[in-house]
Every structure is written in structure tokens, then in C-alpha cells.
């Protein structure tokens, strides 16, 4: 044997780092359960989507008279365009019934032509039925042949579809 080198096959005295171990990661944080944190967040997302649809659906259901009444006036308008005295008078019957629709209280339906469209106005912010056009139309049924100027039936058609798409159904709210 060599003298100069110790004994290689001789046991080795223990490393030191033959006895340390890789480091353990402690286990992913999982997803699932949440936090108390986001529970609450979800009830309250959830409670705000119901309330939220709720309301939408309401307000929907509350203004359904009004879709269907611009959508009859409209009907009207192209079906009737060439007896203005039909459509003239189709066109008020649908006020009422609409006026009816919104204030079943106030009982328009059986007021006279000025007077409906004076009420009317008072439910709108912006009067769109004035003073010589209610004359006029009160007028009509005690005329023999009534001629209804074409542009009066204009006026009347873009009064009562604005007037259907801006009445408010509390009067004090104009």
C-alpha cells in the first residue's frame, strides 16, 4: 500500500451532507373552499343581480301598455293612411284606451276630445296637443262630411306617439 494517501476504503466518517434533505413546498393553496371573504361577496353579487332583475322585470311589466300602444298606433298609421277620418278616429280611441291603461282612476276615456287631449298634456312635460288642434278635432263629430287636413293627421300621429313614449303615469313627476 501506498503510505502517502490514508486508506481510501477505510469508512467514511459520517458527511454531514449526506444527511441533509431536499426542502419540502408546503401543499398549493386550493381553491376550493373560498374565503369568508368571497362568500359574502358572492351573496351580495347574487342578492344584486335578483334585485336588479326584479326591478328590470317590473319596470317592463309596468310599461308593456305602452310598447303595445306605439306598436297598434303605428299598425294604424300604415294600415289607414288613406281614410283620414278612420284614422283620426282610431287614433284618439287608442288615447283613451292608453289613458284608461295608465290612470284607471281618472276615468278620460269618457271625456270629450279637448278635454282628453288637454288631460293628456298635463301628463306629459312637453304639451304636444295644442289649443287649435283640440278645437279642431273636438269639431269632428258634429261636422256632416268632415275634411281632415292631411297635416292635421300628422300632427295628430306624432303628437300621440310622443305623447305615448313620454306620458309618466304620475302626474306630479312631469
Not at 6 to 16: G, K, L, M, R, Y
Not at 30 to 57: E, H
Not at 101 to 109: C, G, Q
Amino acid at each position: 500500500m501506498n503510505s502517502q494517501f490514508p486508506n481510501t476504503q477505510a469508512p467514511n466518517i459520517q458527511d454531514p451532507l449526506a444527511q441533509l434533505r431536499d426542502i419540502h413546498l408546503p401543499d398549493p393553496i386550493s381553491w376550493w373552499p373560498p374565503a369568508p371573504g368571497w362568500w359574502l361577496l358572492a351573496i351580495l353579487v347574487v342578492t344584486a343581480i335578483y334585485y336588479i332583475l326584479r326591478w328590470w322585470l317590473r319596470r317592463r311589466a309596468y310599461n308593456c301598455y305602452r310598447s303595445e300602444a306605439l306598436c297598434k298606433l303605428d299598425e294604424l298609421y300604415s294600415s289607414l293612411s288613406h281614410d283620414r277620418l278612420t284614422l283620426c278616429r282610431e287614433i284618439l280611441t287608442l288615447l283613451r284606451r292608453t289613458a284608461k291603461t295608465a290612470y284607471p282612476d281618472r276615468s278620460l276615456e269618457s271625456e270629450l276630445t279637448p278635454k282628453l287631449l288637454s288631460q293628456l298634456n298635463e301628463y306629459c312635460s312637453d304639451p304636444m296637443f295644442n289649443k287649435q288642434m283640440q278645437e279642431q278635432l273636438g269639431n269632428l263629430p258634429y261636422q256632416a262630411n268632415p275634411d281632415i287636413p292631411e297635416p292635421l293627421i300628422q300632427q295628430l300621429y306624432e303628437a300621440s306617439k310622443y305623447w305615448l313614449k313620454k306620458h309618466r303615469r304620475n302626474p306630479l313627476s312631469c
